[in-house]
């Protein structure tokens, strides 16, 4: 059949449905929107039990956010990488700090205006990533999960055979964050955002989709880290 890329927009940002001879999910977007997620299945003429994996790319409320009742809806595992996997099983709210001042004044009204009025209903991770590649192959989809910290220091990115490469909040693509593709305004620490890209991009990562936003090409990083 081929890689299918569907995207599905819960909130603030896209979660991605990845079919091949399987079906899997990257991240679980902002809480309460179970049904956009019933919806957006719909739309691609899928059932919430074909996703049998859902990988959260890291931690922060608009990716875990649904998690719990997406898996309740559907069925399938959680897998999340061990530094973070306290976040969704106890419901917590952490944020990476900006690294600019466009960043910090918006990290300022989230932590102000937004966190501290959303709860996210905590579950449990089923799957417990580590630094080592985890292969997709159990779940028929050609491709893998790299460790690539960085924005947070538990965050993943899921890299196909093809060269897609999803990768949650390394990179952004959409207002109010970035008027243009590049790298993120948010980041526990920078020397290992830079890494990690450096490793996604020698394994092979072509066109780059990012949590917030439109595809782009792997070239626009390959010059902002040049």
Partial sequence: MGV??????LGFGHSYIIRDQGVIM???GDP?????????????ALKPE??????MTHGHFDHIGSAAEIKEISGAKIAMHQQEKDWLEKGLKPLSPGVNFWGSTLLFVMKAFMVPFMRIPPTQVDVILGDEDFSLAEYGIPGKVIY?????????????????????????NALPMRFSPGLPVFAEDWKKVRESWNLLLKQGAKTIYPAHGKPFSADIIRKALS
Avoid: N, Q, R
């Avoid at 990115?157 to 990179?171: K, N, R, Y």
């Fill in 4 to 9: 299918i890329i569907d995207t599905i927009i």
């Fill in 26 to 28: 990257i991240d679980g």
């Fill in 32 to 44: 309460k929107k179970a049904k956009a997620f019933v919806k957006g299945m719909e739309s691609i």
């Fill in 50 to 55: 074909d996703i049998k994996l859902m990988i």
């Fill in 148 to 172: 690539t910290p960085g924005h947070s220091s538990g965050s993943v990115s899921i890299l196909l055979e093809t060269g897609d490469a999803f990768v949650g909040d390394l990179a952004m």
